[in-house]
């Protein structure tokens, strides 16, 4: 167990009310397990508008609020990038099942934000914990509750106490509240071998102090779980190569750093590329597969895979998460303006986020001038 020398350290700082509210749920085991085990949301009927118009304005009021969770809710859907990530994930997970006395590969999922990391971990996470709780059951040999998952989501500054009372926080342990950064080590990984677990999550790792005497801590302390504990490490964060996760460094800092490097698998998340054709029909697919689940009265075949697929990839730059804010923001007014239609004229008074909104003019004028083309040749006229 490493000593510590960031216990007098604040807290971290506040995030914003948005991630609190995701970490009331996931930062929690209980939470966890509500998401992993919650059967799918069951997706409003769609109406006509005729049907529409015959419903109380009580029943209305409700239908359109059944539809507003939905749209806010679509994913996640089945995409290349999410098939491709687990894919692997299973390939290093399912060969880590080896006797404990060998060292375990960690994976280092490692893409820029919004392009569906978190998502693709939490999903991966859900199959793994209903698979083990189908072949080992509920409980442990011991006789203990069998959490085969722990996620903890860093938040800013995070040093190596804050982590640990992160897990400690996950399970609700009663020594959370009190003790030095060596007692909660010692007690979130008690609380990892009690409950079996077998995945640890540690989602936005980038906002570990790098480089600081709390960072090549904690950094020694991955490596200590991952050579002392049977769980796989999946370390999810933006940059983690630039910040030297896997850097063979000279100084001593890096060299530290490096040991982490040599046993983790580094794995990435990319955008949609409209670039080759294959790209072009995987683009399309996602657009089907969206289009499929949207509740509109006004929807018809092609709605967003046909009319909008130049537009929609102007405007997301090819990123799930901010094609995905685009399309819940356009049903969303779609549904509350009566619209019941998605289009471009819709689309253009709906805010993406900046990043997506900077990279829109250089897009535009590469597909209105046909140097770019997102549709399939098999269905471009
Ligand atoms: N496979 C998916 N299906 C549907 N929506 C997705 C999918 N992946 C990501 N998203 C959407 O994109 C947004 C960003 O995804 P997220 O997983 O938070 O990205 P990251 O962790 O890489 O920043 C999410 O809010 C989610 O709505
Ligand atoms: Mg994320």
Sequence with gaps: MKTDRSRTRSASAPCDRRSRLDQLTLSHKEGFQRFAEAPPRPRPEPLTRH????????????????????????????????????????????SNEQDSDKIKGGIALDAFPGLGKTTAALAFARKLHRRILREEGELTDAGHQRWPVCRVGLTANTGMRDFN???????????????????????????????????????????????????????????????????????????????????????????????????????????????????????RNMLLAIEERVVLAGKRPGM?????????????????????????????????????????????????????????DELDQALTSGRLVSRPKRTAE
């Design 51 to 94: 049907q529409m118009k015959l419903l109380s304005e009580r029943a209305l009021a409700e239908y359109n609020r059944g539809r507003r969770q939905w749209h806010a809710n679509l994913g996640p859907l089945w995409t290349p990038q999410m098939e491709s990530l687990h894919e692997d994930l299973w390939d290093i997970f399912d």
């Design 165 to 283: 009372r992160a897990i400690l926080e996950y399970y609700e342990h009663p020594g959370r509240f009190r003790g030095t950064a060596a007692d909660f080590g010692y007690r979130a990984l008690d609380s990892m071998l009690t409950a079996e677990t077998k995945l640890l999550i540690v989602d936005d790792l980038h906002f570990l102090r790098w480089n600081q005497q709390a960072g090549i801590e904690v950094s020694n302390h991955f490596k200590y779980i991952a050579n002392e504990f049977p769980v796989t490490l999946l370390l999810i964060g933006v940059g983690l190569e630039a910040r030297g996760l896997f850097s063979e460094g000279t100084e001593y800092k890096n060299a530290v750093l490096a040991q982490t490097g040599r046993r983790t698998t580094r794995l990435g998340m990319a955008p949609f590329d409209i670039n080759a054709e294959r790209g072009r029909e995987e683009w």
């Design 304 to 360: 967003l895979a046909d009319d909008l697929s130049d537009y929609l990839f102007a405007r997301s730059s090819g990123h799930i998460g901010s094609l995905m804010t685009l399309v819940n923001r356009g049903c969303q007014r779609a549904v509350r303006t009566g619209a019941e239609y998605v289009d471009t004229k819709l689309l253009d008074n709906v805010k993406n986020d900046a990043a997506a909104e900077r990279a829109r």
